[in-house]
């Protein structure tokens, strides 16, 4: 299988008045073509930034500081390579290293987002045809003109808003891009499309809506889509049916998808490939079989051995004791950053591992892929209660506060 | 164990729309929004009964009416054998010490302005519980019991992470030393982590105090991992009520089957498990559907006497239906799309209404039925159009309202064991169908 993308070592900081935050530290990974990705992790892991530093939508005070994005795609690696042939490899191109409208074309045409809560990513005074038509609008304009990438903003400003005044009528959709909106939303299987497409968002219920919003991200065909966890807000019945869309859309479309999300059983239905992310992170990936028949990182054991299983319910839960980093730079230690919660801590921990390769390309970012945990290598918990330590009463059992928030003396 | 200590009979909590006094001096008609609509059930004594349900069917709102925060539109509570609607002064006083409850959001569920001592004694402070300096040596140990440390007394809720704020609010439940206590979604705020240790600590105190919960969720594994029984609900009514093993290991209501079936199982295998997605989205509770509140999703809805066909054709002609009826097909707008502005060709408009809303084969008494509607469709008489395809496919299920049968695991579904009076209505409807000569094709 092909690479679509390939994730050098990025970084995406946040320079807040508490200090610089984290969010995402040297992540690797790799998109396939046609398969899809889950990310998983914890809120606070990274994982939602990761998807928006992938399609460049980290807005201020966040900013992607270092890393490479290798995006395959041959024409555009021509287009790109006589002017800048340092982001040019082969057949990939490094978006980071492209221009800003550069980037900004691909947006929508090549890679496509969705979020979490339809009901506030919608305009709620404006109909969901017409959101969608827009969206095919801007892709339809955008190739009857490839050269310019203004065309894609015209007619957001001042002239239109007034215009708009006295000419309500004025639509700045076509017909032709309304009959391609009441199309997606048949695709994405909404009954009635041409007659919902005239409704506005609230009556729409949030299972119809998240298909209406898969809908406008397909307006222009996109070889990626990141869905952010795109079926947190629904109930389990719903969640089914959008998990079977999206499967089925990435099959028929041959799209790529990374699907982040907090819910084991999410990935395990639809995600070839996984990465799990803890601390801004990526601790462990692999096959869907690796990490979850085989993980290796204690992190990835304890996520899945937090989740309760409803086939086979067990007497007891075994949580990971204590809580999530809170990601502030200065408070971040120069060790693994999971050892305070980890149930096998060691010596060795206390310098910051590097990415292992486990099998293949299952890979770890834990000194455990390498050896196994010996009892005399243990570490003290005091010798872990770094800055990440909150104080008082010990790390054992989620009772450290959130640093930087709290000192205790 | 069995003595029930809570008995909820009969419940309806209606919430009613259009009904300010501008709405009453103008004549409207107020609308009723049938949060909980008819639920009866028992808690027993040292148990943990578990609700579940999706968003909108009213789980909450029958913790916070049970709990006697809002009152009932009818039924009746009892508590440890008191009616808790008619107690008064001292003994709801009394109630209120023995029933406490415990809230989903961690953050806006405690008083930010508060510390987490001031939040725990609150309870104790109301019901003029021991002195200052007793009430705060209970709140240090109440919160080394949940986990915390007793030096984190004097901190604000915002100096806590959200586990944390539920163990706080946990605390606070349980600082008046209650034997009920409702959870109304505990967990569903945290992450899978602390989720599985704020599990842990409600079964440890249950175990150590020997109380009952009645645990709302719409996590189907964490009520199993946590509930001795379970009641599901769909629409404001309880479809099937059991002790947890029977209720996961052979639920028999369709809709507890499809929830089941729905959550997605972190294994490897989950991919090639096959997922019968039920259609469609949980109807509004201002206007619940006739008879079973789950026959617009249902993927066993029954056929009238005398039809047999096969159950997706049967679906999609009843979904059709329920298009037709509700107005959703806007008649202009599809003559538009044919192309035909002069209407004139009613056959194209037959075609391809007819091929947009079935993928099923239809036998061919149907396909003429189906047609038929839809040419009376084409003529603007929507009326006729439902009525054609109400007369040969009306269902028992939306003609007879299913119930709860008395025993150990009853469930709401025609298709099982039902109370007697449901079964006479149904015999009854059933033999009026027949007499009337539908089932029959109608030519």
Request: charged residues 30%; hydrophobic residues 35%.
């Amino acid at each position: 299988m092909t690479d679509l993308l390939r994730v050098r070592d990025l970084s995406t900081r946040f320079f807040t008045e508490e200090g610089q935050i984290n969010a995402v530290e040297g992540v690797s990974f790799t998109v396939e073509a046609g398969s899809v990705l889950g990310v998983v992790g914890e809120s606070g892991s990274g994982k939602s930034v990761t998807g928006l530093s992938l399609i460049d939508l980290v807005e201020s005070p966040g900013e992607i500081t270092s890393g490479e994005i290798w995006y395959n795609n041959a024409d555009l690696a021509e287009r790109v390579e006589s002017d800048r042939p340092e982001a040019v490899d082969g057949d990939f191109v490094d978006l980071r290293r492209l221009s800003e409208a550069e980037r900004r074309s691909l947006r929508g045409s090549a890679f496509s987002m969705i979020f979490q809560d339809p009901m506030s990513s919608f305009n709620p005074s404006i109909t969901v045809g017409e959101q969608i038509a827009e969206a095919a609008e801007v892709q339809r304009r955008a190739s009857a003109n490839p050269r310019s990438t203004r065309s894609r903003t015209q007619g957001y400003g001042l002239g239109r808003m007034l215009l708009d005044g006295v000419l309500p009528d004025r639509s700045y959709t076509s017909e032709e891009s309304w009959d391609r909106a009441v199309e997606l939303l048949e695709r994405v299987g909404i009954p009635d499309p041409a007659e919902r497409a005239e409704e506005y968002p609230h009556q729409f219920s949030g299972g119809m809506l998240q298909r209406a919003m898969i809908a406008q991200a397909l307006a222009g065909d996109p070889d990626l889509l990141v869905a952010d966890e795109p079926t947190t807000a629904l109930d389990v019945t719903i969640q089914a049916q959008i998990l079977d869309l999206l499967a089925d859309l990435q099959e028929t479309m041959e799209m790529s998808v990374v699907l982040i999300t907090h819910n084991l059983g999410v990935i395990a239905r639809v995600a070839d490939r996984v990465s799990v992310m803890y601390a801004g992170e990526v601790v462990e990936r692999g096959t869907l079989d690796d990490v979850f028949d085989d993980p290796v990182h204690p992190y990835t054991k304890g996520l899945l051995g937090s989740v309760p299983d409803i086939d086979r319910p067990g007497e007891r839960l075994e949580p990971i004791a204590g809580n999530v980093p809170d990601l502030v730079d200065a408070n971040m230690p120069d060790r693994c950053y999971f050892a305070d919660r980890c149930p096998k801590a060691m010596t060795d921990c206390l310098t910051r591992p590097p990415e292992y390769e486990v099998s293949g390309n299952h890979r770890a970012r834990c000194v455990l892929a390498e050896r196994e945990y010996s009892e005399a290598d243990a570490v003290s918990d005091a010798r872990l209660s770094g800055p990440t330590d909150g104080g008082a009463g010990a790390a054992s059992d989620g009772s450290s506060a959130p640093d930087g928030e709290v000192s205790d003396d | 164990m069995t003595d029930p200590l809570v008995r909820v009979d009969g419940l309806e909590k209606y919430y009613y729309e259009n009904d300010t006094l501008l709405d009453r001096l103008t004549g409207a008609e107020p609308e009723a929004v049938r949060a909980v609509d008819g639920v009866s059930f028992e808690v027993r004594e040292g148990e943990t009964l578990g609700v579940v349900g999706e968003s909108g069917c009213g789980k909450s709102t029958l913790a916070e009416t049970l709990m006697r925060l809002r009152e009932p539109t009818g039924g009746s509570v009892t508590f440890d054998g008191d009616p808790v609607y008619d107690l008064s002064g001292d003994d709801l006083d009394a109630f209120r010490r023995r029933a406490q409850v415990m809230f989903q959001d961690p953050f806006s569920s405690l008083d930010p302005r508060m510390t987490a001592g001031e939040i725990i004694t609150e309870p104790l402070a109301i019901h003029d519980v021991g002195t200052v300096a007793e009430r705060r040596e209970r709140a240090e140990t109440l919160l080394e019991e949940v986990g915390l440390s007793a030096d984190q007394i004097d901190r604000y809720p915002h100096e806590f992470s959200g586990g944390q704020r539920q163990r706080i609010g946990f605390a606070r439940a349980l600082a008046i030393d209650p034997e009920f206590i409702v959870l109304d979604e505990p967990v569903s705020a945290l992450d899978v982590s602390v989720q599985a240790q704020v599990l842990n600590l409600l079964a440890d105190m249950q175990a150590e105090r020997d109380l009952t919960y009645l645990f709302i969720a719409h996590d189907l594994s964490v009520v199993r991992h946590i509930s001795d029984r379970v009641a599901v609900m769909y629409l404001g009514e309880v479809v099937e009520i059991g002790p947890t093993e029977e209720i996961f290991e052979s639920p028999q209501h369709p809709y507890t089957k499809a929830l089941l079936e729905s959550v997605p199982r972190a294994d490897t295998d989950e991919r090639d498990r096959v997922v019968e997605t039920i259609r469609g989205d949980v109807p509004s509770p201002r206007n619940p559907p006739s008879g079973c509140s789950f026959r617009t999703r249902c993927p066993e809805l029954i056929q009238p006497p005398g039809l047999d066909v096969p159950q997706a054709t049967f679906r999609e002609i009843s979904d059709f239906r329920t298009r037709i009826e509700n107005g959703d097909i806007d008649v202009d707008l599809r003559w538009e799309q044919v192309g035909d502005a002069n209407r004139e060709d009613r056959a194209a408009f037959v075609d391809s209404l007819r091929e947009e809303a079935f993928d099923e084969p239809l036998p061919d008494a149907d396909e003429e039925t189906v047609r038929e509607a839809i040419r009376a469709l084409a003529d603007g008489d929507r009326e006729t159009a439902a009525a054609t395809l109400r007369e040969r496919y009306r269902s028992p299920c939306e003609a007879v309202e299913p119930a709860l049968p008395a025993g150990d695991h009853p469930d709401a579904c025609l298709l099982n064991e039902q109370p007697d009076d449901v079964e006479a209505a149904r015999e009854e409807w059933e033999a009026e169908h027949d007499a009337s000569g539908v089932g029959t094709p109608s030519q």
